[in-house]
C-alpha cells in the first residue's frame, strides 16, 4: 500500500473514532471507560460509589464530538430499528415495549415508531440486577438511579411506567418517568432520587434487582442506554445548568402567583407574582420540576436542562382542583391539614397503636375521593442533628403511609416525603413552639 493510501486510512480511522474519544475526554464523569459492560467505582467525582451496568454508547451509534452524556442535551435523532450488539446487557440497547403489549390490540392513543418493530422475546424488559458488593459497610446518605433513555413518551401514547426495586414499587421514580415525552427518537440522562426505604437493600449484600415495565400495554417502545446507581453523589461536582419558567392555569394562561416550585430531589423555589421562577444550579439531564397551590391539583413540566443558562424555558400548568370533606371539614385540593395524635416513641419510628384511628380518616377520605392523591410529610423540631431528624421523620411518615396500605389504600396515591427541621410552622424557641413543629401532614396533591 502505498504512503498516500495509507496516510488516507489512518485519517478516516482517525475520523470515525475520534468522535467517540474526544467525548470522554471530556466528561465531567469519573465514569470513563465507556466500552466496559459495568463499572463499580468508589469516591470519584460523581459519588461516593458509582455502580453501571450496560455501556455508554448511545445505543450503539456513538456520540457527536465533544458530546458528554452526562454533561449535555438531548442527542441528535437516530434511525430504528437496529439490532442489539450480542455483547449489550440484556434489557439494555434495543426496543422494549410493555410485557402486556399486545400488537393487534385496540388502544385508546397512537404508537409510536418503535412499537412496529415488537420482537416477542428481545422486546420483553428484564429486571436488571445491580451488584452492591461494594457498598458494604457503606453509611447511604443518598441514592440516585440513572438512566439513559430514549424514546419514552407517557403523555403522549397514553403509557404508565412502573419502577420496582427488589419488587417494591418506587412512587416517586414512576412519577418522573411518567411526566416525560421525548420524540425523536432521542436519547437523555434522567435522575431518580431513591427514597430511604431503599436505603437498606443496598448495604444488605445482595444485588439489587430494577425492573422498569409499561402497565397498561400501550404502544410505547422505549430504550434504555445504561443504568447507574449513584451512591452519596457530590451534586457539587455535577455539571449544571438554570431553569426558568413559569407557572400558570390551564385554560386561562393567567399566572398563579406564588405557586411552590420543586424538583424531585425536593429542592425548589416560590414563584413570584407574575407565576416565574428561577433555579441555578440543577444538574444536568432531563428535570421534571412540579408545581403546587391551593386550590390546584399538583402539576409539573419536563426541562432538557444543559450546562449554563440557555436552556428552554418551562411552562407549569394547573388545573383548578375540586373541594372534599375530611374528618368532617371542607378540605380543597393543595390544602394540608395536620394530623393529630400520630404518636411515636423517643427516637423511633414504630406506630403506636393510639395513632391509628386518625389514619384511619386517611383511608376513609381516600375511599370517599377515588381520583385523590395525597402527600404524606413527616417534621421535626430542630434539637439533634438535622441529617438524623429528616431520616426519622421519613421513617415516621413511612410506617404511617404503610398502615393506609395496609388497610387497602393503592400504594401509587400516596407519596411519602421526611423534611425533619427544613419546614418549621413556629419558632423552636420554646416547647410548645417545638412541640408544633413535630408533626405529620398531609396534603392533597390531586383531587
Not at 33 to 62: C, I, P, T
Not at 108 to 121: E, F, K, T, V, W
Not at 368 to 379: C, R, V
Request: charged content about 25%; proline content about 6%.
Amino acid at each position: 500500500m502505498s504512503r498516500a493510501r495509507v496516510l488516507i486510512a489512518a485519517f478516516v480511522l482517525w475520523f470515525v473514532c475520534a468522535p467517540l474519544a474526544l467525548a470522554q475526554q471530556v466528561t465531567v464523569s469519573g465514569d470513563k471507560e465507556w466500552s466496559r459492560q459495568s463499572a463499580a467505582l468508589k469516591d470519584v467525582r460523581d459519588a461516593e460509589y458509582v455502580v453501571r451496568m450496560g455501556d455508554v454508547d448511545n445505543l450503539g451509534f456513538g456520540w457527536p464530538a465533544g458530546f458528554d452524556p452526562f454533561c449535555g442535551r438531548m442527542t441528535e435523532s437516530h434511525e430504528y430499528p437496529w439490532e442489539p450488539a450480542k455483547a449489550d446487557t440484556p434489557g439494555l440497547d434495543r426496543i422494549l415495549l410493555s410485557s402486556r403489549f399486545k400488537p393487534d390490540a385496540q388502544r385508546p392513543c397512537i404508537g409510536d415508531g418503535y412499537s412496529a418493530a415488537y420482537d416477542a422475546a428481545a422486546s420483553k424488559p428484564v429486571a436488571f440486577s445491580i451488584p452492591t458488593a461494594i457498598l458494604q459497610g457503606a453509611v447511604v446518605k443518598n441514592a440516585f438511579l440513572q438512566l439513559f433513555i430514549d424514546d419514552f413518551q407517557a403523555p403522549t401514547a397514553c403509557s404508565a411506567f412502573q419502577v420496582a426495586i427488589n419488587g417494591t414499587r418506587c412512587i416517586e421514580c414512576e412519577k418522573i418517568l411518567n411526566a416525560i415525552d421525548q420524540t425523536g427518537p432521542v436519547g437523555k440522562l434522567v435522575t431518580l432520587p431513591l427514597p430511604e426505604e431503599f436505603y437498606a437493600a443496598l448495604t444488605g449484600g445482595g444485588a439489587l434487582a430494577v425492573s422498569i415495565d409499561e402497565a397498561t400495554g400501550a404502544a410505547d417502545g422505549f430504550a434504555i442506554d445504561f443504568v447507574r446507581l449513584l451512591v452519596n453523589r457530590k451534586r457539587e461536582n455535577a455539571c449544571t445548568g438554570t431553569i426558568t419558567g413559569v407557572v400558570v392555569e390551564r385554560g386561562t394562561d393567567s399566572p398563579v402567583a406564588k405557586a411552590r416550585v420543586f424538583l424531585a430531589d425536593k429542592t425548589g423555589a416560590q414563584a413570584d407574582a407574575s407565576g416565574r421562577f428561577t433555579l441555578k444550579g440543577v444538574p444536568t439531564g432531563f428535570e421534571v420540576v412540579g408545581a403546587s397551590a391551593p386550590g390546584y391539583n399538583d402539576g409539573a413540566g419536563t426541562a432538557d436542562v444543559g450546562p449554563g443558562d440557555d436552556n428552554p424555558e418551562v411552562t407549569i400548568y394547573l388545573e383548578k382542583g375540586a373541594k372534599a370533606v375530611f374528618d368532617a371539614k371542607p378540605l380543597s385540593v393543595g390544602d394540608a391539614v395536620t394530623l393529630n395524635s400520630i404518636l411515636f416513641d423517643q427516637g423511633k419510628a414504630d406506630l403506636r397503636p393510639e395513632s391509628k384511628p386518625e389514619l384511619d380518616k386517611v383511608v376513609t377520605f381516600l375511599q370517599a375521593n377515588p381520583k385523590a392523591e395525597i402527600e404524606l410529610s413527616g417534621h421535626t423540631s430542630s434539637e439533634g442533628d438535622a441529617a438524623l431528624n429528616r431520616s426519622l421523620s421519613y421513617r415516621r411518615v413511612k410506617a404511617c403511609k404503610d398502615y393506609i396500605v395496609s388497610r387497602g389504600a393503592d400504594r401509587g396515591r400516596i407519596v411519602a416525603h421526611g423534611y425533619g427541621p427544613d419546614r418549621p410552622v413556629a419558632p423552636n424557641d420554646t416547647e410548645a413552639n417545638r412541640a408544633k413543629n413535630r408533626r405529620v401532614e398531609m396534603r392533597v396533591a390531586k383531587l
